[in-house]
């Protein structure tokens, strides 16, 4: 089994900071189409200084995902418009419930013990065939709604597959950490 190591944990760390804006809860700022461009470029910047060498194939998939929605949504509205207020209060009920109603489709990390790669991997490309085929990027609201669930998944997909590199509490001194 791989460890977990110090440098899987900066990555990791860095990756949550680049996503930041997107935070469901008491985000940092506004979030605009601008921000999403910034958001891209730092997870260019991630992936290039090692993100992309922790990565699993299903991670590589999301990240993938992730990039190719920022990418259409900045180059779709090169304008300021708004997609969230930091002011505005969401929660997670609510957001669920917004994502149901827009249809998008649900991606699970797969199980690290079931190794189920190719069912994640289905999930991956319901939601690019989503993205190619109907997704406009033309309401704000709506594309908040979009990229916070794919940056969401992204961190999520990333803390469960570390998780499943995790090594026992004993440690032999290397750069070897716990979760």
């Not at 997609?83 to 199980?111: F, H, N, Q, W, Y």
């Not at 790669?117 to 990027?137: C, I, P």
């Not at 969401?152 to 509490?169: G, K, N, W």
């Amino acid at each position: 089994m791989i460890g977990y190591t110090r440098s899987d944990s900066s990555c990791t760390r860095r990756l949550w900071s680049a996503l930041e804006p997107l935070a469901l809860f008491s985000p940092p700022q506004n979030v605009d189409y601008a921000c999403l461009a910034a958001m891209s470029t730092k997870l260019r910047q991630w992936y290039f200084t090692g993100g992309g060498l922790v990565m699993t194939p299903h991670t590589r998939d999301v990240y993938f995902l992730v990039q190719e929605a920022l990418v259409r949504a900045t180059e779709t509205n090169k304008g300021g418009s708004m997609l969230r207020d930091a002011s505005e209060v969401l929660t997670l009920d609510g957001m669920d419930t917004r994502r149901r109603d827009l249809k998008i489709p649900t991606l699970s990390p797969p199980s690290p013990s079931a190794g189920d790669h190719n069912g994640a991997e289905r999930q991956v490309g319901q939601v690019r065939r989503m993205l190619n085929e109907s997704w406009k990027f033309a309401d704000p609201a709506n594309d908040y709604v979009l990229m916070q669930y794919l940056t969401s998944t992204l961190r999520t997909t990333v803390t469960v597959e570390l998780q499943s590199r995790a090594l026992p509490l004993q440690s032999s001194g290397s750069d070897r950490n716990e979760f």
